[in-house]
């Protein structure tokens, strides 16, 4: 981490808003911190016989408009404070798109890369045990985030169903489809992110087709994106990278052919007809459309003035500094943050809640109608407020959001 960790992070953007807003200093003070936090030792067994204690999270930021949501992460450098952060950007996220829901995140320190599926499963099952009176269908619903996948969701809509007794498909979303899953859900964060994209493509005049686009992070947000930049609106996609580094290709890139050769090699790397290059160098790149899509904090104070990008869609959470923001701003990058450009997930999350709740499911079509009618308008709501008040995109999703909390909050008469 470049200065801070992501928890500061995230209350400095809040601190911004709240001198934009000349928020009251008791509700700024209640934004601050997440309302409730579960903090869990996860003991499982390994394959080798061995029992592993895992160390997991729950954070509940805040519910004032409703149920929290929110995914969970497995990831060796979790941290609370991390968890933390991302359950406030899901508490604006929920706001931001309107949704009737509150702001919550989950992790577990772990490496799932090295983990055999029955270690998994056993994880993933505790965990769902752990926290199973802390979370429910209108309570608080996880969903897949870093390195946890579809099928984890499915382990852990099980396991609580067997506590609860009777079938819960609206305890958490991502599931498969075969289980209460909604059609549309595996690429609607890139789906949003891209709605987002093609409305601020509009505002500056870019021209799609043919648009030069970067990808940093080729997992399911990454990839998708990719294929999508290419199927919806054919942009030019010249370089991904993925952790263990990156391709380039001046002429364009096949994203289905590249997702293909890293399901086989583990890496994008290698791909034939391409020159390498790091996941630094890729930020730099002179494309229209940059897209961070694996890490937090990868633009900093050190490299955003080198950004080129016309357009940076952040569907990774958190990959820009607050520091870097204004500087990205002044020199004209047109910014969609985090909280907006991937809010297509928790949208179609929140889909999926709907469709469990009435045990009635959509088409895609629908899915993919209904996510664009709730992408769009956020992203106007954004760039009114940015020009209203002269605020980067970033600053003004957090008074589009933050206002929105604290109606909730009032007319709860919490404050
Ligand atoms: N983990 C995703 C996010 O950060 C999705 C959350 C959800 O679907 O609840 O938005």
Redesign the pocket.
Known sequence: MDKLNLFEYAQEQLDDCAEILKLDSDIHAILRVPMRELHISLPVRMDDGSIKVFEGFRVQYNDARGPT???IRFHPDETVDTVRA?AAW?TW?CALLNLPLGGGKGGVICNPKEMSKGELERLCREYAYRVWNFVGPEKD?????VYTTPQMMGWMMDEYSKIAGNHQFGVI??KPVSVGGSAGRGDA?ARGGLYAIREAAKELGIELKGATVAIQGYGNAGSFAAILAKSLFECNIVAITDSRGGIYNDYGLDPEAVLEHKNKTGSVVGYINTTPISNEDILELDVDILIPAAMENVITKKNASNIKAKIVGELA?GPTAPEADDILYNNGVHLIPDFLC??G??TV?YFEMVQNFYMYYWDEEQVHIRLDKKMTPAYHSVLETSKKYGINMRKAAYVVAVQRVVEAMRDRGWV
Request: hydrophobic share 30%; no cysteine; proline share 10%.
């Open positions: 949501k929110g995914g991302l899901m996220k619903i996880p969903a897949p985030d979303t991502g964060t959470n991937n809010a997930g928790v999350s």
